[in-house]
């Protein structure tokens, strides 16, 4: 297509032009690779008639490739400067695709469907590594549109949102996202394509938005799974029996749901925590 990708030099440029000087608060690492673009573009399955969210275009290293790849592109940018430079960007970077971008200077934590001229329906994004998973939960949440994705996270945080029940790393974060998706671990990304380098590997994720697998209210089975994994070396009877009154109680709703008291958290999927809070919910 008609877009000049951002390399080294131009990512030199524009930080030194803007005078930004990333900070790890806001997970500032900017991707100075056009081949790690090009990927990440590729790996999102993109149509012509998706609308792209991003969250954090930082320079716009990753939205100058989306533009070219979908219909529309709405970029949430936290930080005011760069949320400044966004468009202007677009139009020397990519002329004639530019009245695709639309940029918001907001918190991506905060958007909510309201916020957006069309809904989106691909997340495509090189997340602020200390909020990727609450963010990922937030908009999977907020924004029923959003049919499909491909993020960049820390490579540990990748392994915990693809994680299957009974592996290590299976937690929290994992059942939740599986309550709205099929997700899985999508490959590595080199640390050299970042500027700064970061300290920590990073990963890529994609994810397919699934149907609820239960129509028990999601935040009653999302309070269960925080006490499941709160103690989760304990048995769930035991784990469970603050948030049920009592072991006893617990054990009754383990029971109902056909899930053995004696297991730990760790061994079940979010089908099953739905079980076990709909026993709850029915008494
Ligand atoms: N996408 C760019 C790239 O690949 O070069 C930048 C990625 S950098 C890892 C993360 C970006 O997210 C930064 O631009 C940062 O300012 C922004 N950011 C941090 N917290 C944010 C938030 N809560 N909402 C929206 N953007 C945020």
């Known amino acids: 297509g008609d877009v000049r990708l951002l390399g080294p ?17 806001l997970g500032q690492n900017f991707v100075h690779d056009p081949n790690t673009v090009r990927r ?16 954090g275009p930082g320079l716009g ?9 979908c219909r529309a592109v709405v970029a949430v940018e936290i930080d005011p400067v760069l949320a400044s430079r966004l468009e202007r960007t677009a139009a020397e970077q990519a002329p004639g695709l530019a009245e695709r971008l639309t940029v918001l200077p907001a918190d991506g934590m905060r958007v909510t469907a309201a916020d957006f001229p069309q809904p989106p329906t691909a997340l495509v994004a090189n997340l602020p590594y200390n909020v990727s998973v609450p963010v990922v939960l937030h ?6 549109s959003l049919r499909h994705g491909l993020v960049m996270v820390q490579s540990e945080v990748a392994d915990r949102l693809a994680a299957r029940p009974g592996s290590k790393v299976y937690g929290v974060p994992s059942v939740k996202a599986a309550w709205y998706a099929d997700v899985r671990r999508a490959g590595p990304v ?7 380098i970061p300290n920590v590997d990073s990963a890529l994720v994609s994810f397919v938005r699934r149907d609820a697998p239960s129509t ?13 994994f709160a103690q ?18 617990a054990e009754r709703y383990l029971v109902a749901a056909g899930v053995d008291p004696s297991t730990r958290g ?5 089908a099953d925590f739905a079980r076990i809070a709909q026993a709850r919910t029915s008494g």
């Open 9 to 25: 030099a131009d990512v030199r440029r524009l930080a030194e032009e803007l005078g930004v000087r990333p900070t790890k608060k």
């Open 40 to 55: 990440i573009v590729a790996g999102a399955n993109l149509t012509a008639d998706d609308v792209a969210l991003e969250i």
């Open 61 to 69: 290293s990753l939205t100058l490739a989306l533009l070219d790849a």
């Open 139 to 144: 908009l999977l949440a907020e924004l029923p």
């Open 190 to 196: 080199p640390r050299a394509v970042f500027w700064p």
């Open 216 to 228: 028990v209210d999601r935040e009653a089975v999302f309070s269960l799974v925080d006490a499941a």
């Open 232 to 249: 989760r070396r304990k048995t769930l009877r035991a784990a469970l029996a603050g948030w049920a009154g009592s072991a006893a109680l």
């Open 266 to 270: 760790e061994q079940l999927d979010v």
